[in-house]
């Protein structure tokens, strides 16, 4: 098995494992750190597809690369924005509860 | 003289990798947060070195060395702070309780 | 050899990444998360991704790890309580069905991956010398891409404004974060003023080695952003107010100047974002000397989280 293909298979575990996480575990955080896996997972998958694609001297191709650049670093802004809304939602509630609120009297 | 050079990056990195090894046996089996952090500083200060040491005769160009021993020389500024913060900050918890 | 590293560098990933999701409580599950992070920038140097192992060393290891961690301070005493809204045991083991078919179906798509290989590298490679930088992901982000990083400007400032909007009322336009207080003569004080000379030195110079080498904006802006975390943390230096009009200028800066460069492309060279013959070199300069500072402010600012004190008067 090529070093690309080993990568690429662990990374659509690495979907699966965040999904997982995503879906199964109740506080927000948790859930936000198992997207970010997830997201990685998607990342190492594409970034393996990059090496598949070296060619002309280089040692992988340089496109997928540079868009995985750009798409660590806008996980980042979206992780920033969520973890605003998060500690938001906690001053606002006292709680971190994503269950709907009890309907009020 | 290249092949004892390779020699020695060998042994080098092989007993960085031992200590770094011991540290991180440390910070698993020690009971508390000082000599975990003693392990920890000691042994992976050591390994790093040692490390660094090894791959200087494998680097090509002066230029290529000098940045490899300013990141030891960085490694050692930041660990040592940190280090210190975290035994702070575990002091101020047990006066406190 | 190189395989038997790899398959350990996946071992470690995929425990790490299991251990991360199931871990006990928060706090353990992002310390994973940073040391899977770190992994992560291994796994980039194995697939050729130099400067990409440097982004996610900087970015998704080390700002989107501290990020966490501080949200894992703010969050304590909410995670007992959600405990008990914990998914029950048949929602659990749907889950995990969907989350290995989801894997099945993407395992099976990566072993039918055609052949010969899809790959934009050869188109690249002869263009490079029009765009006068040497390292082909500079030429991608700033030449053949220019597009995405501009969007990627962008949304990084609407990221950004986005996070000031969850300021409670009383705080709009003020400070964000805590006004640290340290002992001014401690060792963090000590390390906030040694460390940050030698990061700008770094920062500066990973900035301009990326033309030709891996490195560049992305992570020269880390580097210097995390110089000012540390200034503001050992209390140095307090978090500028939000509504400052220099700090506004300057977070907008840098995408307005890769716009105006855009539109004197449509003008001189016949397309938004059309660098003229001969002039790619030092507008793609222009760019990133405008970038730099909006990266470095908006990297920090969304470190620091909404606007919390010293609001409107």
Not at chain 3, 84 to 96: D, F, H, I, N, Q
Request: overall charge positive; some cysteine.
């Amino acid at each position: 098995m090529t070093i690309e293909t080993l990568f690429a298979l662990t990374a659509c575990a690495l979907v699966g494992i965040g999904l997982y996480g995503l879906i199964a575990q109740p506080h927000p955080l948790r859930k936000l750190v198992a997207f970010n896996i997830m997201g990685s997972g998607v990342f190492v998958l594409f970034g393996a597809l990059a090496k598949r694609g070296a060619a002309a001297g280089l040692p992988a191709d340089p496109v997928p690369q540079a868009l995985l650049i750009t798409a660590i670093v806008v996980a980042f802004a979206a992780t920033a924005v969520t973890v605003a809304l998060l500690v938001r939602l906690i001053e606002a509630t006292d709680s971190a509860s994503l269950a709907d609120a009890p309907p009020r009297e | 003289m290249s092949a004892l050079l390779d020699g020695f990056s060998v042994v080098a990195v092989i007993a960085g990798a031992f200590f770094y090894l011991a540290g991180t046996v440390g910070l698993l089996r020690f009971p508390d947060a000082y000599t975990r952090l003693h392990a920890l500083t000691k042994a992976d200060n050591l390994g790093l070195a040692l490390v660094v040491a090894g791959l200087l005769p494998q680097m090509d160009g002066l230029l290529a060395a000098g940045k490899l021993v300013l990141v030891w020389l960085l490694v050692l500024l930041s660990s040592a702070v940190v280090s210190q913060l975290i035994a702070r900050s575990a002091r101020r918890r047990e006066a406190r309780p | 050899m190189s395989t038997v590293v790899s398959a350990a560098v996946v071992l470690l990933l995929l425990w790490l990444a299991v251990w991360t999701v199931v871990a006990r409580d928060a706090f353990l599950a992002v310390a994973g998360f940073v040391v899977y992070g770190l992994l992560l920038a291994l796994v980039w140097v194995r697939l050729a991704g130099i400067d990409v192992a440097l982004t996610e060393a900087a970015i998704g290891g080390g700002l989107t790890g501290a990020l966490l961690l501080g949200a894992v301070g703010r969050l304590r005493g909410t995670e007992a309580a959600t405990a008990t809204e914990g998914a029950s045991a048949g929602a659990r083991a749907g889950a995990a069905v969907l989350a290995v078919a989801v894997t099945a179906a993407l395992m099976l798509g990566v072993l039918v991956l055609p052949e010969p290989v899809p790959t934009l590298a050869p188109l690249v490679v002869p263009a490079m010398p029009a765009t006068g930088v040497g390292n082909p992901i500079t030429g991608v982000l700033l030449a053949f891409r220019a597009l995405d990083t501009l969007l990627e400007a962008t949304v990084l400032v609407i990221a950004l404004i986005g996070v000031w909007s969850f300021a409670p009322d009383r705080a709009w336009g003020g400070r964000p974060g805590p006004r640290y207080q340290t002992d001014p003569d401690g060792v963090l004080a000590w390390l906030a003023r040694v460390l940050p000379p030698i990061g700008v030195v770094i920062g500066i110079y990973v900035f301009w080695a990326g033309a030709d080498h891996p490195g560049g904006k992305f992570q020269a802006a880390t580097i210097l952003a995390a110089m000012w975390m540390l200034v503001q943390m050992a209390g140095l230096s307090d978090a500028p107010r939000t509504s400052h009009r220099g700090l506004r200028a300057g977070i907008v800066a840098g995408p307005l100047v890769f716009i105006a460069v855009g539109v004197l492309g449509l003008w001189a060279a016949g397309s938004f974002l059309a660098y003229p013959p001969g002039l790619a070199k030092p507008l793609i300069v222009v760019i990133e000397v405008a970038l730099l500072p909006t990266l470095v402010l908006v990297l920090a600012l969304l470190m620091n989280g909404p606007p919390r004190r010293g609001g409107p008067a």
